[in-house]
């Protein structure tokens, strides 16, 4: 949040209605969410944004496949998206759909201005369109002569089309970029929009011609065209709240403090929409903030591996507080992050079950048993409690500052290490020891302290696990208005007032224990007797299968970066007595000089490919992790053409 604005005005992007939802879609609503509810409980006047993208040609081709009409496609998908929010308690102030007439006048409006004011022109175009990203591309951004973004072929298309006049504001970007930090976030991503526009930025040609495809925003110049989609799409994060139609209300949100995207939509989100805001006089938002992707175990996820995480079935199976707690602690803002439910698994059990519930019950249940229910007066503060109040009231001041640099994940780590001090100061100080010991003063102080504990971690994580913390306040005996905490009483120790009446609500967390091995034992799934066969493992391979794949290491002779192309390189390397040529994506991790004399892994019966005219003879292997990627390479001396597996 930047400190200069009072309000803290967050988006997620608005979701296509061609698909279910997913966990991806699930996590960015849970991020924002989570976000907007710290800030509500710094008190700060907080508006959450979110929706669906409803025109375009991907919507279209869903209706198409379903025999639906457009409207009803996005009519009867929108459910699923505000059912799951629902569901994962989403507290979004506004939803917009971009087929809302407070939205579609909005749009006609800026492209009526923009056109009058020649920043829109008509042209010829000819290009490389790619269907399913409804986007063209110029000859030099093909990827193998496909389309750069998602690799499946493209169309060559002519036709008459309407364009932004993008190009004019490359420079203006570009300064704006290196003055404003913060604008792009993290860093990394910063870096790769202006490697992006270090290449000469064309115009965007904003319209589709209806016979082509006509589900759109009609051009308010030009009735057989329609808006391209991102042209709509961006512009809700300015008409849902009021732009050109409630200026009062627009003034009171924008800039938006932050607009949360996956990293696959950063140039839409950091070139297009700044250079259109620009283009219409409006200020640029504070913050594009793009977290990284969920793969599941190590693929991506996709309709095709069969591997797609449903966030419904997760929240019904596990519960909705505890989903949401593993999306948030897992994730690394702006790294790729790994979903299994054995991962979930472990993180629950870990944090949750022996951290957090265990000092819970443990303090709750000594209360009842011992102190008749009742929280004495706070006692006098010993050395004894140092630790955990240093490391309680730290966590609040990390949060506080993870808050304010995207980190949550930390931010949750640091709590959980204070719920682990308070287990450790639990465990230290004996309590049930001070019960036969009839050392009532130290099992007062004892029970106070970690009680005290328990109020301030359950604050801090209340935005994240919203029901569970009610229900542990609840039990902490806090009234109705101070369940829900505000961050000014969570900084200060000693909260809990004497005489608060405590009780055991049972197990918050029971341990989730893999459901073949305990038959017994608290499972997460209800015993469900008809659970369906474990599928088949996709990507199996057979060892003859693998046989098939002749890896060799080769010494690199030369290399050199192939002209107009960002990512690649070309490579000379000798394989045992042969010398190959192979061209490799690797530009932006290796710099040509770093490659020549070292041994490399290649598949050396790969069929060869040409790639930017130049002809690729194997391909070498690499390890790739979100924004790394690291070369396999022998540790040890071995000669160019020895095999590996
Ligand atoms: N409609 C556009 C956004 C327009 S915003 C003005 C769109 N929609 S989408 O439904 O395809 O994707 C929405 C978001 O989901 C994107 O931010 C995308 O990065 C994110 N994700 C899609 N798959 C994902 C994962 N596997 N993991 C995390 N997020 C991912 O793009």
Request: proline share 6%; net charge neutral; aromatic share 10%.
């Amino acid at each position: 949040m930047n400190s200069s604005n009072p309000s803290f005005y967050v988006t997620t992007p608005i979701y296509y209605v061609n698909d279910r939802p997913h966990i991806g879609h699930a996590y960015t609503t849970i991020l924002a969410d989570v976000l907007a509810r710290y800030y509500r409980l710094l008190g700060v006047p907080t508006h959450f944004l979110t929706g669906t993208d409803e025109h375009g040609q991907k919507v279209y081709e869903a209706a198409l496949r379903n025999r639906l009409t457009p409207i009803e496609q996005c009519d009867r998908t929108v459910v699923r998206f505000q059912e799951l929010w629902k569901k994962l308690d989403i507290t979004h102030d506004d939803f917009i759909r971009t087929t809302e007439p407070r939205h579609t006048r909005v749009v006609q409006r800026i492209l009526q201005e923009l056109y009058d004011r020649g920043e829109i022109y008509a042209a010829d175009y000819a290009g490389w369109y790619c269907v399913p990203c409804e986007r063209f591309f110029p000859d030099k951004d093909l990827a193998e002569g496909n389309c750069p973004e998602c690799h499946r072929p493209v169309e060559r298309l002519t036709e008459k089309n309407y364009f932004f006049r993008m190009s004019r504001y490359q420079d203006w970007l570009v300064a704006y970029i290196q003055e404003h930090p913060e604008f792009i976030q993290p860093a990394s991503r910063r870096q790769e929009t202006l490697g992006f526009l270090r290449q000469p930025l064309g115009d965007l040609c904003i319209s589709r011609p209806k016979k082509r495809m006509g589900w759109g925003i009609d051009l308010p110049f030009d009735a057989d065209y329609v808006t391209y989609v991102w042209f709509d799409a961006l512009v809700n994060y300015i008409s849902a709240v009021g732009y050109l139609a409630d200026e009062a209300r627009f003034r009171a949100w924008w800039p938006a403090s932050c607009h949360l995207i996956g990293k696959d939509i950063l140039t839409t989100h950091t070139v297009y929409w700044p250079t259109m805001l620009k283009a219409m006089g409006v200020e640029m938002p504070r913050a594009v903030f793009a977290h990284g992707w969920w793969l599941v175990g190590r693929d991506k996820m996709s309709k095709s591996l069969g591997n797609v995480v449903n966030p419904m079935d997760m929240a019904e199976r596990y519960g909705v507080d505890a989903f949401r707690y593993f999306l948030l602690a897992e994730m690394t803002l702006g790294q790729d992050a790994s979903f299994t439910e054995e991962a979930f698994r472990n993180r629950y059990n870990a944090d949750l079950a022996n951290d957090l519930g265990n000092l819970a019950s443990r303090v709750l249940k000594m209360v009842v048993r011992n102190l008749d229910g009742a929280l004495p007066a706070i006692p006098p503060r010993t050395a004894d409690e140092e630790g955990l109040i240093a490391t309680t009231l730290g966590a609040v001041g990390h949060m506080r500052n993870y808050l304010g640099s995207m980190q949550l994940d930390r931010g949750v780590a640091e709590t959980i290490q204070a719920v682990r001090e308070g287990n450790r100061y639990f465990d230290r100080m004996a309590p049930w020891q001070m019960v036969k010991a009839g050392d009532t003063a130290g099992l007062q102080r004892v029970l106070y302290s970690a009680a005290e504990c328990l109020r301030i971690v359950s604050g801090l994580l209340f935005p994240i696990m919203p029901s569970k913390m009610t229900e542990l306040r609840r039990a902490l005996g806090l009234t109705e208005t101070a369940a829900r905490p505000r961050v000014a009483d969570l900084a200060t120790w000693g909260g809990l007032p004497a005489g608060t009446r405590l009780q055991d609500p049972g197990s918050l967390f029971p341990r989730i224990e893999a459901v073949a091995e305990k038959g017994g034992a608290v499972v997460a799934e209800p015993a469900a007797p008809a659970a369906p066969a474990p599928a088949p493992a996709v990507n199996v391979v057979t060892i003859e299968e693998f046989g098939k794949v002749a890896l060799r290491t080769a010494r690199v002779l030369a290399a050199e970066a192939v002209p107009k192309a960002t990512k690649l390189l070309r490579l000379e390397i000798e394989l045992g007595g042969e010398t190959r040529q192979i061209v490799a994506g690797i530009a932006q991790f290796y710099k040509p000089e770093q490659l020549v004399g070292r041994t490399i892994v290649v598949v050396a019966n790969l069929k060869p490919a040409v790639i930017r005219g130049l002809e690729s003879n194997g391909m070498l292997l690499a390890a790739k992790s979100g924004d790394t990627l690291r070369l396999v390479t022998p540790d040890g001396d071995v000669p160019s053409g020895s095999s590996v597996g």
